[in-house]
T-cell receptor
Framework: DSGVTQTPKHLITATGQRVTLRCSPRSGDLSVYWYQQSLDQGLQFLIQYYNGEERAKGNILERFSAQQFPDLHSELNLSSLELGDSALYFC????????????FGEGSWLTVV | QKEVEQDPGPLSVPEGAIVSLNCTYSNSAFQYFMWYRQYSRKGPELLMYTYSSGNKEDGRFTAQVDKSSKYISLFIRDSQPSDSATYLCAIVDTGRRALTFGSGTRLQVQP
């Protein structure tokens, strides 16, 4: 158990809908990262927050957004969902801003039908 | 060209074999090097972390970094069926702060 908690574990939704994925980082960690893993794309970095502020941005679509709250939990919002958004979404956390040792949650499996 | 290249495998070895997993990278600004293990779509688990050229050993696992060649390796000695998983190398450029992952190598250890 990495100490990073993600909910929900699985969800199925229709195209065009919006979902929110939730992440609680390990105790004491200030950075939260979101990654997307699909079969053909591997593990893709989406976005990083550090202590409530956006720190780095990767290949995140404009339909997706994230935030980190004062209690350090984070949410990833996915809207206008398309079939191609079906993937495992991982949250990870680390103590500092530099992602040299990050710990992953178990992921949220999103299926868009 | 991808920033981190990793042979996708699958790599199949008999139990007890020495396994060598490799990645190459293109960005000389990369400073930190990690290996993660991922079981069947579970969360990646951090195995090894190093920031310097040379070897780092932890039990049956040895991580090797050659910055001059931009080449990193993970060796697994006395491989076990429980080592069957996908192994991902990950590299971070401190300027970017986020890990860049290789595509992963699927390893199968046959009993």
């Amino acid at each position: 158990d990495s100490g990073v908690t993600q909910t929900p574990k699985h969800l199925i939704t229709a195209t065009g809908q919006r979902v929110t994925l939730r992440c609680s980082p390990r105790s004491g960690d200030l950075s939260v990262y979101w990654y997307q893993q699909s079969l053909d794309q591997g593990l893709q970095f989406l976005i990083q927050y550090y202590n409530g502020e956006e720190r780095a941005k990767g290949n995140i679509l404009e339909r997706f957004s994230a935030q980190q709250f004062p209690d350090l939990h984070s949410e990833l919002n996915l809207s206008s969902l398309e079939l191609g958004d079906s993937a495992l979404y991982f949250c990870a956390s680390s103590v500092g801003q530099t992602g040299n040792t990050i710990y992953f949650g178990e992921g949220s499996w999103l299926t868009v039908v | 060209q991808k920033e981190v290249e990793q042979d996708p495998g699958p790599l199949s070895v008999p139990e007890g074999a020495i396994v060598s997993l490799n990645c190459t990278y293109s960005n000389s600004a990369f400073q930190y090097f990690m290996w993660y293990r991922q079981y069947s779509r579970k969360g990646p688990e951090l195995l090894m972390y190093t920031y310097s050229s040379g070897n780092k050993e932890d039990g049956r696992f040895t991580a090797q970094v050659d910055k001059s060649s931009k080449y990193i390796s993970l060796f697994i000695r006395d491989s076990q069926p429980s080592d069957s998983a996908t192994y991902l190398c990950a590299i971070v450029d401190t300027g970017r702060r986020a890990l860049t992952f290789g595509s992963g190598t699927r390893l199968q250890v046959q009993p």
